[in-house]
């Protein structure tokens, strides 16, 4: 019994120096999660001969004792025009690389630079830091702490001077006519040729003078299909494609007959639509070098009528052009069902594409109003410090998020979180719960010590009774065990006089008269 008392207690050490451990490592981890990096820009689009800023921000958990971190960007694009901040670089050297040395400062937790660069040539290119090492200076320990914070990185679109008009003035395709008629807003045509021609030249002018590109197949044309896309840039690097179908006739069999021609069209009359008690006119008329990077201008349909569009191969989005009765244009996204504000933000990490709450499958306490993030109006609900609105991020994914004013960044609510109901009806007839700004986690870093240091303390608890009970049986055992053993040893003096038998003094026998006398 006392080995298996020495075994539970050897268990019950080792139980309590794992939950330790574990304790430990987690607050390990929380200690390396708040060492942070931002980098944020304040244009990621401009145009050749404009300064961009850059902000670094470097938040630590203990004052800095040693770091070096790097600066990146090419010179092939930006030239580096000046650092300010708490710490200078090393070099101003043009080279591409900026280096960073602090040493021994023991007085900051944090690192703030705003680097200024000034855009060169046109084309896309980024803005990183990397290689961050700090040793930090921890109280009551004599060696720092080393931490290597990951890398981020800022994208940067550099455009040419001059106006964002994409469209061509014409498009002449030799020997045919287009179907419909050209027109700049749009972007689809076909074109009947002869069985007996096989080449054709294509001539299309760009409106503002900037480059046009052509591909497909003009040289050989098959019978049937034969696409070509048009590819016109404006003069700041903005593009719009057209596309035409020159369709190649069988072989006559019949006297030859004209080539069939579609009737010319005419452009999409402007309709209304009311959005939140507003009334809007769907135009066909906007300027093209406005469309969104990423999205192409088409014919499309709304409620059986043909509008202009601009889809996103990337969002999905099927944008509308809307202009109120002030004269007021913007682009909107039109999900089948309603109408939405284009609004997006941009940070390193994520793009979100912000809605208001009637895109929702859920409902937020409070009142809709309008706000801004990162000089961004849109639609949210304000919580103190906090700012809740809905969006979908790169990945498709919608949710709820909330923008830190104070720290300026953007976290992911969990749609599971009990303050947020799910909506069975529509979002105009759930009822309101709060929110709080629970991250997708599941439990916070003092929930989770708070469940360590609770198991840790029942298992010591349980290890404890099982101890406690085993030590009484062994005890109760003990004491039969020496009972018998005081028995069978020692007997008690009164059980020795009971079964010994007396010894006496040896006395002459007595003569015995003889028989014969007796008888």
């Known amino acids: 019994m006392k080995k298996l008392c020495k075994k539970m207690t050897t268990l019950l050490l080792m139980m309590s120096f794992v939950m330790i451990s574990i304790f430990k490592m987690d607050k390990l981890n929380v200690n390396a999660a708040s060492n942070n990096l931002s980098i944020g820009i304040n244009k990621n689009q401009v145009v050749s001969g404009d300064t961009i800023d850059v902000d670094i921000n470097f938040d630590l958990e203990y004052d800095i ?39 021994a400062s023991r007085n900051s937790k944090s690192v703030n630079l705003k680097l200024t660069f000034k855009a060169k040539n046109v084309g896309d290119t980024s803005i ?12 009551g320990e004599e060696d720092p702490v080393r931490v290597d914070i990951p ?15 994409a469209t061509l003035s014409s498009i002449q395709v030799g020997g045919a006519n287009l179907s419909p008629a050209f027109a700049k807003w749009k972007v689809e045509y076909k074109c009947y040729v002869d069985n007996s021609v096989t080449k054709v030249n294509i001539d ?23 696409y070509v896309t048009i590819t016109s840039y404006a003069p700041n690097g903005k593009s719009m494609k057209y596309t035409i179908n020159i369709i190649r006739l069988e072989p006559p069999t019949d006297p030859p007959t004209e080539a069939p021609t579609d009737p010319p069209t005419e452009p999409p009359a402007s309709f209304k639509v009311t959005m939140d008690g507003k009334e809007y006119n769907v135009s066909s008329e906007f300027d093209a070098g406005k469309v969104p990077d990423g999205f192409e201008v088409e014919l499309g349909s709304y409620n059986g009528k043909d509008v202009i569009t601009a889809t996103g191969s990337a969002t999905g989005f099927t944008l509308m052009y809307l202009v109120d009765s002030e004269g007021n244009g913007n682009f909107y996204v039109y999900d089948g069902k309603n109408f939405y504000p284009y609004i997006v933000i941009s940070n390193s990490e994520n793009t979100y594409y912000v809605f208001d709450s009637r895109k929702a499958d859920t409902s937020m306490a409070g009142e809709e109003k309008d706000v801004k993030i990162k000089d961004t109006a849109i639609k949210g609900y304000v919580d103190g410090e906090y700012i809740y609105f809905y969006a979908m991020n790169s990945n498709k994914k919608y949710s709820w998020y909330s923008y830190d004013t104070v720290e300026g960044t953007i976290q992911r ?10 909506d069975e009806t529509t979002p105009e007839d759930t009822a309101s719960t709060p929110v709080t700004g629970k991250n997708d986690d599941g439990v916070s870093f003092n929930n989770k010590n708070i469940i360590i240091i609770g198991g840790a303390l029942l298992l010591i608890v349980i290890a404890g009774a099982v101890i406690f009970l085993i030590s009484k049986k062994t005890k109760k055992y003990d004491g039969y065990n020496e009972e018998f053993a005081a028995t069978y040893e020692h007997p008690d003096e009164e059980t020795i006089e009971e079964d010994i038998i007396p010894v006496t003094e040896d006395k002459p026998e007595e003569e015995s008269a003889p028989e014969s006398e007796e008888k």
């Open 65 to 103: 004792f040693y770091a070096t971190f790097y600066v990146n960007y090419d010179i092939n694009y930006l030239e580096f025009v000046s650092s300010s901040g708490n710490y200078q670089p090393q070099t101003n050297e043009p080279s591409g690389v900026i280096p960073y040395q602090i040493d």
């Open 128 to 139: 990183s830091v990397n290689d961050n090492i700090f040793s930090l200076y921890k109280p």
């Open 151 to 165: 890398s981020q990185s800022a994208t940067v679109k550099v455009m040419a001077v001059g106006s964002d008009d």
């Open 204 to 226: 299309a002018k760009s409106s503002q003078g900037g480059r046009v590109e052509k591909s497909g197949n003009t040289d050989n044309l098959a019978v049937g299909n034969n």
């Open 413 to 422: 609510l969990r749609t599971t979180s009990p303050e947020i109901i799910e």
